[in-house]
């Protein structure tokens, strides 16, 4: 007999979210049947977009949506400077030599002739490691860019290269509103949500929880503040180490700063090494981040939740831990604006003394985490779960799927 796993379907959500919004995702799925699309990134794991789309992909096909999902393959060289571009995307510095769009070029290329995008009704590329790919292809089906990243303000130059590529797609996807570039295609505008049926976002039996903090030793006497996130500079946490100390001055409390490497991302482990002196029994930098029931087990049981970004496209890891009721404190940038209520379900900073101000706030008033955490839950249930991300590509899918969306 063949082995069979229950898999989530989009019928599970209306426990969550009600029957009238699943029977009209239903309905609109209908119209979508045996449709092919593929998704094409650079990790299978690690990072929000692989997060999304391990979800996406199950749910998609529940609904007898063909989706498929492939990751292009790099040598360490392209992934140095794919992560060089993320970062001058995000605002930094780059050199962009013709060396450096030769080995980008050339590797996506390989791949576009390893990977066979011909019979596929719709492809969507996600963020800039495959975009070239479009160039290797004769198209008569739709093609879509989505990008994930923070781009209110993309490196000039970099971006000018990029567009080159973007021009040629039939719609690009961003975040939010404030990431709309001068492009070819037509931009539709989507935030990124959470599939609340996931081992990350399930709710976790208390002794469980118990046992994996004590697994790794995090004291549970304080309160926790804790980062979860890639050791990513975007992600500032420096500055989150910086901001607890101060705030140590007038509370006791924990901070933990989780983190995992994503295979796309060279940077990584250089980060969580510079991190490592300022270790002590109260502030512990722990790169276990593939530990999923951690990373429940953190977001749920902290006080609070910091996502201290400089620059964020959209922070998963701060829908994922309102979702547990948990407040964040995250940088006043990019998607997080739009995560957080300032003064509802956390606090939005811009600086290191802001934040050490919050911890404090948090730290000291127990009831106020709860009010909190109420606003938090409620705030993703409505918003930033997946149903509501399906519904959006199920639009544009029907508005695209004959044609090219034009205007
Ligand atoms: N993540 C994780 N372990 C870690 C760090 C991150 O599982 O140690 C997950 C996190 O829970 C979230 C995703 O990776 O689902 C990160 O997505 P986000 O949008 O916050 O940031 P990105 O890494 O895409 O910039």
Redesign the pocket.
Known sequence: MTKSFKLTTIQDYAKVVGDETVDRILKKAKQLENLHVVNVNSTGY????A?ILSSMTILMNGLNILTGWRTIIGRPDFFLITKNMHNAIQGGEMDLTEEKKRIYEEVVYENSVRIHLHNHDLVIIHDPQPLPMIEYYVRSRPWIWRC?IDLSNPHPGLWNYLKGFVDKYDVMISSIKEYKQDVAPPQRFCM?A?DPFSV?NLPLDEKVMDAKLAEYKIPTDKPIFCQ???F?R??DPQGVIEAFRKAQKEVDATLVL???A?TDDPEGEEVFESLLHSQNDRIRILP???D?IL?NAL?SRAACVI?KSTK???????T?ALWKGTPVIGGNVGGIRYQIQDGENGYLVSSVDECAARIVTLAKDKDLRERMGKQAKEGVRKNFLLSRLLEQYLDLFIEVKESVVKG
């Not at 690690?46 to 977009?49: A, E, K, L, Q, Y």
């Not at 964020?312 to 701060?318: D, I, Q, S």
Request: charged share 25%; no cysteine.
């Open positions: 690690g990072g929000g977009v997060e994930h990124p959470i990350k979860v996130s890639r990513d975007w992600k989780l983190g995992n994503a276990y981040g593939d999923t990373v977001q996502q964020e496209g959209f922070g998963l890891t701060v994922e």
